[in-house]
């Protein structure tokens, strides 16, 4: 299995553009979640899906967005990237709420 | 909160020695815990986790100690190995979809 997949492994974004961070898992779990890593800070949730077609915001969802169509998917749409939004990007999987989370390598976003 | 940053406190041990890595965790609700292992550019992995009804739990290496009156959670890695060299993270949570994680500790092995 490949677990959870995320791609593009980094990116550079110019302020105002948009771009789509794309996330897949192949373990059939329903619960599905978006963080950000910046340094010197814990992970913060960005959105997170109970299941197809059910999201939800986290701590910090502004400049964001998020859609569940399949179990599979989770893709994250950064509308008009700030430098704001420069950090590491982790998507994470779950089969249970409260369950172990399974992470994904990461995109590494610049925004300039 | 926990982060691959570059102020992140260090534990420098030499190979062959047993590592402790400490975590205070922050809410008396939380029921599951679990270590992750963070390497440069890399995704955190999942070590071990303890759920709140055991104080102590085992893997290969690896063992994770839970105390619940003062809110404490530590990682022992046996004989550390350069390969164990990562940031290591606690993460918490109340059984609901929200997790805190820890700041983290950077583990440097020295050969």
């Known amino acids: 299995n490949a677990g959870v997949t995320q791609t593009p492994k980094f990116r550079i974004l110019k302020i105002g553009q948009s771009m789509t961070l794309q996330c897949t898992q192949d373990m059939n779990h329903n619960y599905m979640y978006w963080y950000r890593q910046d340094p010197g800070m814990g992970l913060k949730l960005i959105y997170y899906?109970?299941?197809?077609?059910?999201?939800d915001k986290g701590e910090v969802p502004n400049g964001y967005n998020v859609s569940r169509s399949t179990t599979e998917d989770f893709p994250l749409r950064l509308e008009l990237a700030a430098p704001s939004q420069t950090s590491v990007y982790f998507c994470a999987s779950s089969d249970r709420q409260g369950g172990k989370l399974f992470f994904g390598s990461g995109t590494q976003l610049s925004v300039l | 909160g926990e982060s691959v940053g570059l102020h992140l406190p260090t534990l420098s041990v030499q190979e062959g020695d047993n590592s402790i890595i400490n975590c205070a965790y922050s809410?008396?609700?939380?029921?599951?815990f679990i270590w992750y292992k963070q390497e440069s550019g890399k995704g955190p992995q999942f070590i071990i986790d303890i759920r709140s009804n055991m104080d102590k739990r085992q893997g290969q290496r690896v063992t994770v100690l839970l105390n619940k009156t003062v809110k404490h959670l530590s990682l022992q890695i046996a004989a550390t190995q350069p390969g164990d060299s990562a940031v290591y993270f606690c993460?918490?949570?109340?059984?609901?979809?929200?997790?805190?994680f820890g700041t983290g500790t950077r583990l440097k092995v020295l050969a």
């Open positions: 993460a918490e949570t109340p059984g609901t979809y929200k997790y805190i």
């Open positions: 809410n008396s609700a939380s029921d599951y």
């Open positions: 899906s109970v299941g197809a077609g059910i999201t």
